[in-house]
């Protein structure tokens, strides 16, 4: 069991669906992650959250929409995906530093494995 | 040049080796580096973090930092079938996490 808790752990849906995932942790970290990854590749970055405010996108398409209701909460929307958006989605998050700018180590999900029919 | 860079592998211990897996970074400014295993289908587990030159062990694993030559690595003593899976090198500065693509071990019983 991870203390970062995704839903749902499996998701199939039609390219003109919208769904949400979600995310939840009860650690205090103020630093929260969404990751996508591939078989057989390493996690790519998304959307970094920093005090609930978004900090960083990586260019990442539109149809894909980030949210941080509170500290504990990440939600990742869903819209018009393509079939390329099947993948592993992972959620993490950590504790910041202050100061020097550094971060704890990144706490991980069981992730959410979505498909696009 | 990438960010981290690791030997993908496959990397083939026997049973009861050592295991060393490899990573360099070129952020001069990089201060936080982990290692995750992740095995097949399931999320990455950190397994170790180091922020300051040197070793730091914990267990069978130890990790080693060289900032001056921007390289850090894992050393898995007593290798058991178990510890097959994917090993993440992952660098951060600031916000930002940037994962290796990755060291795939198999150790052979």
């Known amino acids: 069991d991870t203390e970062v808790t995704q839903t749902p752990k499996h998701l199939v849906m039609g390219m003109t669906n919208k769904k949400s995932l979600k995310c939840e942790q009860h650690?205090?970290?103020?630093?929260m992650y969404w990751y996508k990854q591939k078989a057989k590749k390493p996690p790519e970055l998304m959307f970094v959250?920093?005090?609930?405010?978004?900090?960083i996108n990586e260019s990442v398409p539109s149809r894909f929409s980030p949210e941080c209701p509170n500290s504990s909460l990440l939600n990742l929307h869903l819209h018009a995906l393509q079939p390329e958006d099947s993948a592993l989605y992972l959620c993490?998050?950590?504790?910041?530093?202050?100061?020097?700018?550094?971060?704890?180590?990144?706490?991980f999900g069981d992730g959410t494995r979505l498909s696009i029919l | 040049q990438k960010e981290v860079e690791q030997n993908s592998g496959p990397l083939s211990v026997p049973e009861g080796a050592i295991a060393s897996l490899n990573c360099t970074y070129s952020?001069?400014?990089?201060?936080?580096f982990f290692w995750y295993r992740q095995y097949s289908g399931k999320s990455p587990e950190l397994i170790m973090f180091?922020?300051?030159?040197g070793d730091k062990e914990d267990g069978r694993f130890t990790a080693q930092l060289n900032k001056a030559s921007q390289y850090v690595s894992l050393l898995i003593r007593d290798s058991q079938p178990s510890d097959s899976a994917t090993y993440l090198c992952?660098?951060?500065?600031?916000?930002?996490?940037?994962f290796g693509t990755g060291t795939s071990l198999t150790v052979i019983p």
């Open positions: 993490a998050s950590s504790q910041q530093n202050s100061g020097t700018g550094g971060n704890q180590p990144q706490h």
């Open positions: 650690m205090g970290h103020r630093a």
């Open positions: 959250y920093s005090y609930e405010k978004l900090s």
């Open positions: 952020d001069r400014g990089s201060q936080s």
């Open positions: 180091i922020y300051s030159n």
């Open positions: 992952a660098v951060n500065t600031g916000n930002q996490f940037y």
